[in-house]
Structure formats: structure tokens, C-alpha cells
């Protein structure tokens, strides 16, 4: 299994930008499609953007479209999520992991990273 580091969360205002880092193990990590999720309180997590390990192909999930952007260094074994115009309903702990395919199903559900909080103020 990878194990997965993520970090650059924290506490910006409506409209503001955080950039998100995931540190992942493994020496074929070109090969994983990697995937952002997010778990707000009291909701399920929900996929937020997906891409492939070239990363020439990416998916988002309609309510961050056009505002995040989802990156990869695979020289650095790192995916990114940049994420602007955020709004407090983006408040979130959020997540990296390897997915299957950009569907949003992860490789191996019950292993996860501790996470970085999101936290944006109206």
C-alpha cells in the first residue's frame, strides 16, 4: 500500500487560494492515477478531482470546476490542488489517494492519509 502525506491546508477568507500537496510512496507512482477527496462534518467523503498518471487527463467534480486545478510533479512523487475562489462551503478536510481510474473509486478504500483542514470564512 502507498502511504500518503498531505499537506498546506488552513484558514483563508471567502475568495481567497490555498495550494494542497499530497506526498505519496511507491516507486511506480508515474503509473497511479491520483484522486483529492474531501469529508466535511456530519457529510460522506466525496471525490473532488482525479487525474491520470501522465497527467494529461483530469476530471473534477462539478461544484470546483473552473475554480481548483489538480496537478502532478512525478519526479517529486506529489500531486497538488490548487485551489482559488474558495468558499466557505469548501470547508473540508481534505484527502489524497490512488484511485482505480478517474471514476473516483480508490485502489484500496480503508487506506488513507491523515488529511489537511480546509477552513474558509464568509
Known amino acids: 500500500q502507498v502511504q500518503l502525506v498531505e499537506s498546506g491546508g488552513g484558514l483563508v477568507q471567502a475568495g481567497g487560494s490555498l495550494r494542497l500537496s499530497c506526498a505519496v510512496s511507491?516507486?511506480?507512482?508515474?503509473?497511479?492515477?491520483m484522486g483529492w477527496f474531501r469529508q466535511a462534518p456530519g457529510k460522506e467523503r466525496e471525490f473532488v478531482a482525479g487525474i491520470t498518471g501522465s497527467g494529461l487527463t483530469t476530471r473534477y467534480a462539478d461544484s470546483v470546476k473552473g475554480r481548483f486545478t489538480i496537478s502532478r510533479d512525478n519526479a517529486k512523487n506529489t500531486v497538488y490542488l490548487r485551489m482559488n475562489s474558495l468558499k466557505p462551503e469548501d470547508t473540508a478536510v481534505y484527502y489524497c489517494n490512488r484511485m482505480t481510474t478517474l471514476t473516483g473509486i480508490v485502489n484500496a478504500p480503508g487506506n488513507w492519509g491523515q488529511g489537511t483542514q480546509v477552513t474558509v470564512s464568509s
Open positions: 511507491g516507486r511506480t507512482f508515474s503509473s497511479y492515477t
